[in-house]
T-cell receptor, first 114, second 112 residues
Framework: AQSVTQPDIHITVSEGASLELRCNYS??????LFWYVQSPGQGLQLLLK??????LVQGIKGFEAEFKRSQSSFNLRKPSVHWSDAAEYFC????????????FGTGTKLQVIP | DGGITQSPKYLFRKEGQNVTLSCEQN?????MYWYRQDPGQGLRLIYY???????QKGDIAEGYSVSREKKESFPLTVTSAQKNPTAFYLC???????????FGPGTRLLVL
């Protein structure tokens, strides 16, 4: 079964600074990869996804992520963080073919300071 | 607008009581899911349904039950057998099983 690790439980960045949230996965082949964002008391919103093709994926709200097979990583980046980006971010991994469930990481909570 | 609705937003359960959480989608998705979210634990899958009239247990199904009589609806019942039901419950759907999931706004269940 696949697994996903988000090593950072909590990250604090200054508004306007760049951001990188880490995500590492374990899977024997190329997985499906997702990033979601969750504001307090809300559901999850899809930021971006990777299924195949170009390893640099653009998402909504100015986010991007890069699939690196050699590092088993799918890190989320944003060049300049806004105060409204404060939220919890979840990485998820799925297996092509639909035989295994999508597995979610434990999340990284982002705090943005002025 | 297409989307997923969950109701109620807050739900209170008394000891020994069964409660039902509603999930409705108008996205014409075949697959639907229920997750439980506790602080620091990410999302844990309770039940999922790939098509109407079919559903499967997830990782933490004990104390929960579901039905899928209509494509649009996937209600979750938290039974009295679930001894620690306090959590945030999220419903999701996807066009087909294991494709991109889209989430509802969630229901917070509290025990009186």
């Amino acid at each position: 079964a696949q697994s996903v690790t988000q090593p950072d439980i909590h990250i604090t960045v200054s508004e306007g600074a760049s951001l990188e949230l880490r995500c590492n996965y374990s899977y024997g082949a190329t997985p499906y990869l997702f990033w979601y964002v969750q504001s307090p008391g809300q559901g999850l919103q899809l930021l971006l996804k990777y299924f195949s093709g170009d390893t640099l994926v653009q998402g909504i709200k100015g986010f991007e992520a890069e699939f690196k097979r050699s590092q088993s990583s799918f890190n989320l980046r944003k060049p300049s963080v806004h105060w409204s980006d404060a939220a919890e971010y979840f990485c998820a991994v799925g297996a092509p073919g639909g035989y295994q469930k999508v597995t979610f990481g434990t999340g990284t909570k982002l705090q943005v300071i002025p | 607008d297409g989307g997923i609705t969950q109701s109620p937003k807050y739900l209170f359960r008394k000891e020994g009581q069964n409660v039902t959480l509603s999930c409705e989608q108008n996205l014409n998705h075949d697959a639907m899911y229920w997750y439980r979210q506790d602080p620091g634990q990410g999302l844990r899958l309770i039940y999922y349904s790939q098509i109407v009239n079919d559903f499967q247990k997830g990782d933490i199904a004990e104390g929960y039950s579901v039905s899928r009589e209509k494509k649009e609806s996937f209600p979750l019942t938290v039974t009295s057998a679930q001894k620690n039901p306090t959590a945030f419950y999220l419903c999701a759907s996807s066009p087909q099983y294991q494709e991109t999931q889209y989430f509802g706004p969630g229901t917070r269940l509290l025990v009186l």
